[in-house]
């Protein structure tokens, strides 16, 4: 198939892709309910415990699951320790080559693993294709990174010194085991980012998968397994992340961790990687509260399209997700007007189905934290706008489905500061586009932002905003939408630790550290 998938590209696809996807869907629901174990050391290991995973559309049992505690932590992290050696010294050229077959392997898969994420997320097809054609191009890309920065390995002058050579030479090299730590909404794409960048650049890893998502985990931990990856270069933990999650977070024998989350926990783990016996890299992304600017001067469909896909996609569960919706008040009631139709528009329900476009939040608590957050909405005196209730009726009941809400909310509400993580946007109507950037960078967090307006007002909210990924006029999504190789993705401020982006020209070195080497001949 020629036609590429991307978060972009996604809305149009051939025919082709529906008749493949419903064909690994139907081949892998007949293969619902088996054992998954962990993976430590290049073997299938017990761990205490099995809990069961089910999916949030309709509760069905997906699979039995393995629980680690920590004493599996332990082995997991001495398994990575023990490979770490070799890993390191193995040839550049032979373990890209081995990480590219990764990469396409997955790519092979993608349709299967595409039906795994919608049954255990609850995302449409189309993003599930998505994140799983992601994930095989993270592979691909900090590959070609890796080779087109020579290694990181640089020359530099010979020191001016009479009668000797001394020769000068900066390198990059691993830290040694890394941990990576998986969110529920991309449990695949953003495990196997960071894993591929730390595995390209020489280090060993151990993969804490998300407590809600631990299948995408046992996938990817197949692919590699499958492509040859030598024991203990990669290694699964799953289950509770108050055991096993804090475990691998603590452990002193990491070299460093990546870790996408919430912002609590994620400076719980920065605290932790900075007060030890020495500082430790912690590479963070602690989540959004992403506003969207709309000026008088602004195409009104084109915003209501991008705003609607960025605030609604996958439920709202993105850390991208369009949150904060600041509309100048010249066109404040066109933009509500033509934002509700769309959203009554959407497609709820089943998203295993081609037709529906927004499937069940990904779990009770998050079905009753939706419930609490309309009510405290409307008691503060928002007015909804759309949506506020869950979906109960026509087949709904089993699952966790709720309408997607739009509320013009009071600018004191607390809401406005709160990452919510539903599909849940709050809007209000500004006098002009300077109280909407004072508003807009009123917050902690600064990960993707969005405006819609003239050439004058999109150079302006890009000199202005305090985000890390920003968006001008897009209708395929307001704030979403990254992909590995085109958009680069990372926060400022609250949402990340770095200051660089993931897929960006300054990431792969995150993942090392540098050495000065002098040789005098």
Known sequence: MSYKITYASMYDPPAELHTRYDAAMAAIQARLGGRHRLYIDG?????????????PIDQRVLGQFDAASAEQVDLAVAAAKRAFPSWRAMPVAERLALLRRAGRLIEERVFEIA??????VGKNRMEALAEAQETADFFEVYCDDFERHHGY???LPNDPLNGFTSRNRSVMRPHGVWGV??????????????????LVTGNTVVLKAATDTPWSGRLLAEALHDVGLPPGVFNLVTG?????????????DLGGITFTGSFDIGMQISRRFAGGVYPRPAILEMGGKNPVIVTRNADLDRAALGIVRSAYGLGGQKCSAASRIYVDEAVADALIDKLAERISALRIGDPTRQENWLGPVIHQRAYRDFQGYCEELVEGGARMIAGGTVL????????WFVAPTLAETPLGHRLWRHEMFLPIATLARVRDRDQAMALANDSPLGLTAGVYGNDDDVAWFQENIEAGVTYANRPQGATTGAWPGYQPFGGWKGSGSTGKAIASFYYLPLYLREQSRTVVD
Do not use: M, W, Y
């Open 240 to 252: 509770g992340g108050a055991e096993a999650g804090n475990a691998l977070a603590q452990h002193r």
């Open 43 to 55: 073997k299938d290991c017990d761990g205490v415990r099995l809990f069961e995973k089910r999916s």
């Open 181 to 198: 730590i998986a969110p529920f909404n991309f449990p695949l794409a953003l495990a196997a980012g960071p894993v591929s960048a730390a």
């Open 392 to 399: 109960a009726e026509d087949g709904l009941a089993n699952g």
């Open 153 to 155: 390995e640089e020359p």
């Open 115 to 120: 039906a795994a994420l919608t049954l255990e």
